[in-house]
């Protein structure tokens, strides 16, 4: 069983950085597409990024395109988001997920159309001064 564990979230100052993990066990996040979602109090869950599974697509929703970077560490078998310049709007609990769809650029379709399976308990970041 594929399980997802999230780490990293804390308190950060506006304009500081971060850096999310979600290490997987039960499965090799080689094989994975791999998404973070976030979701703030009284508001829907957004998706933030999603990473295809060989790195074909990395996609990220317009708010943090520039600011937010995910990698892949295959070794340790974790998944990274970098997140720089946090705004107190980027606060909420943040997750990873995973899909093991067949199609290897998972990521190109329109974020509607994905789904995934697996996911983690969720991390807190909060931006504040």
């Known amino acids: 069983q594929l399980q997802l564990v999230e780490s990293g979230g804390t308190l950060v100052q506006p304009g500081g950085s971060l850096r999310l993990s979600c290490a997987a066990s039960?499965?090799?996040?080689?094989?994975?597409?791999i998404a973070w979602f976030r979701q703030a109090p009284g508001k829907e869950r957004e998706e933030v990024s999603c990473t295809s599974r060989r790195g074909q697509s990395t996609k990220y929703t317009d708010s943090v395109k520039g600011r937010f970077n995910v990698s892949r560490d295959v070794a340790r078998n974790t998944v990274y988001m970098q997140m720089t310049s946090l705004k107190p709007e980027d606060s909420a609990v943040y997750y990873c997920a995973s899909s093991r769809h067949p199609f290897p650029d998972y990521c190109a379709y329109q974020s509607r159309d994905r789904t995934y399976e697996y996911w983690g308990q969720g991390t807190q970041v909060t931006v504040s001064s």
């Open positions: 039960g499965g090799n996040v080689a094989d994975l597409h």
